[in-house]
């Protein structure tokens, strides 16, 4: 992979590297703080924290328009956040409040915001890689020239669904940019030990699909790769493919034997690729901030994430009635 982007070689202003510095920081503090209300018992069932992959949602929101839409995978905290959906509604649905996303009753993997264009949130490996290219199928049909983040895994990349869906979205011209977050494992499974053939990103070749891999600890190269990817598919000429390839620094999901690779592994990744780190540095070394301007975002971030926590830990269970509430029958 090339060395990383500098402000100076792509075409983002200070206070967009400011943004991204915050947004990044949103992410990895609020995902820190599940995580401890996790270890309190506040959070029950299934958590996967999304800390290390944070430069992947924000560089595509970054190239994201109003209108534009995105689905993920159980894996969706940093997606809901990157889009601007409320921290304190997340957090809530963590815990299981009435003043969560899905009024407490969906929990991490089910959360969704029409508003922001957040169609979830999926806990069936792969289930949602149709789902976004029925998204882009709508605005095709509507002509309104969106496009879909459709996020999905190096694991789920094995799915047969996945192909199928390729091919309509190919045969179809669909607006949709499936986005691989390659993070090398897929619970505790090595990409090498799954993956005949580990360059996903040329996975499309079969269905005419171009693609490309990119450093996704940079959070430069992400939006530089997100501009292009978005301009193809605005263009009308159809999906593309997005390997962003990334790392997560904690377990798949709360409970992880930690057994499939080592410690340091994991801590040369945290020390030599972090994108937050990354950032902070070419914002300190450009002079494009100071330490002071990074320590008031800091607390900013720091404010935003124990008010969520709050929120969540005061907002009442949902009532008895809504059992029976939202549901097909
Ligand atoms: C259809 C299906 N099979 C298996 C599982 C269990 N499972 C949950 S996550 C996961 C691994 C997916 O890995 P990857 O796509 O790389 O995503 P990551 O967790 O790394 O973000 C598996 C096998 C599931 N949820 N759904
Ligand atoms: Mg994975």
Avoid at 18 to 40: H, P, S, T
Avoid at 160 to 173: C, D, I, P, R, S
Avoid at 280 to 307: C, F, Q, S
Wanted: overall charge neutral.
């Amino acid at each position: 992979m090339a060395a990383r982007k500098t402000p100076s070689k792509s075409n983002v202003s200070a206070d967009e590297l400011k943004k991204y510095y915050r947004d990044m920081l949103l992410i990895r503090r609020f995902e820190e703080k599940a995580g401890q209300l996790y270890g309190m018992g506040l959070i029950g069932g299934f958590c996967h924290l999304y800390i290390g992959q944070e430069a992947v949602v924000v560089g595509l929101e970054a190239a994201a328009e109003d209108g534009d839409k995105r689905i993920t995978s159980y894996r969706d905290h940093g997606h809901m956040l990157a889009c601007g959906m409320n921290p304190d509604g997340v957090m809530a649905e963590l815990t299981g409040r009435e003043g969560g996303y899905s009024k407490g009753k969906g929990g991490s993997m089910h959360m969704f915001s029409k508003e922001k264009h957040f169609y979830g949130g999926h806990g069936i490996v792969g289930a949602q890689v149709p789902l976004g290219a029925g998204l882009a199928f709508a605005d095709k049909y509507l002509d309104n020239k969106r496009v879909t983040f459709t996020y999905f895994g190096d694991g789920a990349a094995n799915q047969g669904q996945v192909y199928e869906t390729f091919n309509m979205a190919a045969l179809w011209k669909l607006p949709v940019i499936f986005v691989i977050e390659n993070n090398q494992y897929a619970m505790g499974t090595a990409q090498r030990r799954s993956t005949s053939t580990p360059d996903l990103y040329t996975r499309g070749a079969a269905f005419g699909i171009p693609g490309e891999a990119v450093d996704g600890m940079d959070v430069l190269a992400v939006k530089e790769a997100g501009d292009k990817a978005v301009a193809h598919c605005r263009a009308g000429k159809g999906p593309y493919i997005l390997e962003v390839k990334t790392y997560r620094y904690r377990g798949h999901s709360m409970s992880d034997p930690a057994k499939y690779r080592t410690r340091e592994e994991v801590q040369k990744m945290r020390e030599e690729k972090d994108a937050i780190e990354h950032v902070r540095d070419l914002l300190l070394g450009g002079k494009h901030a100071t330490e002071d301007d990074l320590k008031a975002i800091d607390k900013e971030i720091k404010e935003i994430v124990n008010k969520s926590a709050d929120f969540a830990k005061t907002s009442p269970e949902p009532a008895l009635e809504e059992l029976w509430t939202d549901i097909y029958a």
